[in-house]
């Protein structure tokens, strides 16, 4: 674990009251990591590695990023961001969830799962078709942990797959921005490895 340490000196978690920060920052605290949790702009833009959290409802949570002003900063940060669950919805255009538009970093619109679909959907799902250095050491329909009502429709930033009735984005990319419908730091030890990859780009 030293080693990730030496090579990325600052990893910092966005503190915008809608996040599931705890269990993220064990996740990180068990790689030998210790994340820095903050809403200041400055720490933000000099972190070497961010994660953009995410649990609760979208409207409510787009609100508290514009009250803050990082709905602005968002979407101009240079360093590798790993958007987690909410977060990875909020990175795109708009979500159904309060009828809200997104940050517009992923160019694809997050709708909610068909009615005939017991929601949310909660559990452990296989991912697949696996792209990016995100998954390195991850095999193909690895199981991993899910909790969510609204999904991302496959597009072209799509790098790995689900499905629950339909197939969907399990995760995205798009220049230095990566996002993740799962949880990773409630994913064993696969969702270890994604955060230790992210934490090696």
């Not at 909790?147 to 797959?161: D, F, G, Q």
């Amino acid at each position: 674990m030293k080693n990730i340490e030496d090579k990325k000196n600052k990893l910092v978690i966005i503190d915008y009251g809608a996040g599931n920060i705890q269990s993220i920052r064990f996740a990180f605290k068990r790689l030998g990591v210790e994340a820095v949790l903050t809403d200041c702009e400055n720490e933000i833009r000099q972190a070497d590695k961010v994660i953009f959290p995410g649990v609760g409802e979208a409207s409510s949570a787009m609100k508290k990023l514009k009250y803050s002003g990082l709905a602005h900063v968002i979407p101009t940060l240079r360093q590798p961001v790993l958007g987690i669950c909410l977060g990875m919805q909020l990175l795109c255009n708009s979500t159904e969830e309060g009828n809200t538009r997104g940050l517009g970093v992923f160019d694809v619109n997050v709708i909610r799962f068909s009615n005939h679909l017991k929601t949310p959907q909660i559990g452990w799902n296989q991912i697949s078709n696996l792209k990016t250095h995100l998954f390195q050491h991850i095999s193909e329909n690895e199981f991993i942990y899910m909790v969510h009502s609204y999904y991302a429709p496959l597009c072209k930033e799509t790098t790995a797959t689900s499905d629950y009735g339909i197939p969907y984005s399990a995760a995205l990319q798009k220049d230095n921005f990566y996002g993740v419908q799962f949880h990773p730091e409630k994913s064993s030890l696969r969702g270890g490895q994604i955060l230790k990859n992210f934490l090696a780009l």
